[in-house]
């Protein structure tokens, strides 16, 4: 019994250490000098190795200067969990709303592979307007908010969000417009810091822990 007790106690204080550790970031710059351009902005990993990761902001009322240091979160959008976004509590018709949001996001940050640098900042005015329906959206950045719209109606088929990282400052709902935005970028994670597909949530590892306890011990019981 005293086994089993140690095997469910692992399992649930796992769920405590899911979640990795926050990474720090620089903030090198914006395209062409001016952050109004979009995407891409360039942050780098501050203890890595230096390499510049091109990033798409879709947050439209915070800031950021270069030079500027902070630690976030890393998400895989892939991992369909953003409980660590800056968005990530906006109200919708169901609980996948703000996920069908950053998944919008993701699809046009996606789709700049595709088009040429002269579409990128309609496309990131686009991402602004995702997350902030009053930011600046002329008629072609609302063509490219449509067309994530509807990609959104038919569930994005054959786009792996596995690409797509989000970079979330630790304070993720500061209100203070002078702290840092929050990033999307595809790639690799920089460090290994993302919330991979396959990682359970924390709440999973829970049940699970629970569940083992449960199973076990009325086996044992019996």
Not at 136 to 154: H, V
Request: aromatic content about 12%.
């Amino acid at each position: 019994m005293r086994k089993l007790l140690i095997l469910a106690a692992l399992l649930m204080c796992g769920s405590v250490y899911m979640f990795a550790d926050p990474t720090e970031f620089t903030f090198i710059g914006w395209n062409d000098g001016n952050w109004q351009n979009g995407y891409p902005y360039f942050i780098t990993e501050t203890s890595g190795n230096d390499a510049i990761i091109d990033a798409m902001c879709d947050d439209y009322v915070h800031g950021g200067m270069p030079g500027d240091q902070w630690d976030a979160n890393i998400t895989d959008l892939g991992s369909n969990n953003i409980q660590l976004t800056r968005f990530n509590n906006i109200v919708g018709d169901n609980a996948l709303y703000p996920l069908m949001l950053y998944d919008e996001a993701g699809w046009l940050l996606l789709e700049t592979q595709d088009f040429s640098n002269s579409n990128w900042m309609e496309m990131n005015s686009a991402v602004w307007t995702i997350f902030d329906p009053s930011a600046p959206c002329d008629s072609t950045c609302r063509e490219w908010l449509t067309a994530a719209q509807n990609e959104a109606k038919i569930g994005f088929p054959g786009v792996d969000f596995n690409k797509v990282y989000i970079v979330t400052p630790v304070n993720q709902h500061d209100p203070d417009p002078n702290s840092m935005q929050e990033f999307l970028y595809i790639g690799e994670d920089p460090a290994g810091k993302g919330q991979g597909q396959s990682t359970p949530e924390p709440g999973t590892l829970v049940l699970m822990g629970t569940g083992a306890f449960a199973l076990f011990g009325r086996k044992f019981l019996n």
